[in-house]
């Protein structure tokens, strides 16, 4: 399986990027990751956050891969534990998936029409996270759901 992670702008904390980074190179250990970061839209004075989603969302429809299984990260969408995402990864393979796109939006969140394209909209939490942080939280828990399909002991 190749996985696109789709998200708006650079993390811009040291710090998270690091962590980011730490993760996708352990998760390239099981499946190949490609980052994907679109061009976030800066806020002009007058700009509504649903005019800044939208534009957002066409530098993200244009990322997507064409064939891909695509996850909206979503505070409406489904929570799951560790390893109902292993058991969602595991199913996704078995139903011959070879394409997973995983979209985080911006500051603003994902426009309307990104979430309805999505075959599948997740909840890291009911709390509200920073864009840059979900984006950590997102890829330790795909490490974390790779480690418990390949029978290792990371998950407790």
């Known amino acids: 399986m190749r996985l696109s992670l789709i998200w708006v702008d650079k ?3 040291t710090w998270l990027r690091a962590g980011i980074e730490h993760y996708i190179e ?3 250990h ?3 990751v490609q980052v ?4 976030g839209v800066r806020f002009a004075r007058k700009m509504k956050p649903d005019e800044v989603m939208k534009r957002e969302a066409e530098s993200i429809v244009k990322a997507l891969p064409k064939v891909a299984f695509t996850v909206a990260l979503d505070v409406k969408g489904r929570m799951l534990d560790s390893p109902g995402l292993a ?3 595991t199913d996704l393979e078995a139903r011959g998936v070879r394409d997973l796109a995983m979209v985080i939006g911006g500051a603003s969140g994902l426009a309307p029409e990104i979430i309805k394209r999505a075959d599948k ?3 890291l939490s009911p ?3 920073t864009h840059d942080m979900a ?21 407790h």
């Open 127 to 129: 709390m509200t996270f």
């Open 121 to 123: 909209r997740l909840s």
């Open 87 to 89: 058991g969602m990864l």
């Open 135 to 155: 984006r950590l939280i997102l890829v330790e828990q795909i490490y974390r759901a790779c480690t418990i399909k390949a029978g290792e002991p990371y998950h």
């Open 36 to 39: 994907l970061q679109v061009r």
């Open 11 to 13: 993390t811009r904390d």
């Open 30 to 32: 099981y499946i190949r």
């Open 26 to 28: 352990k998760i390239e």
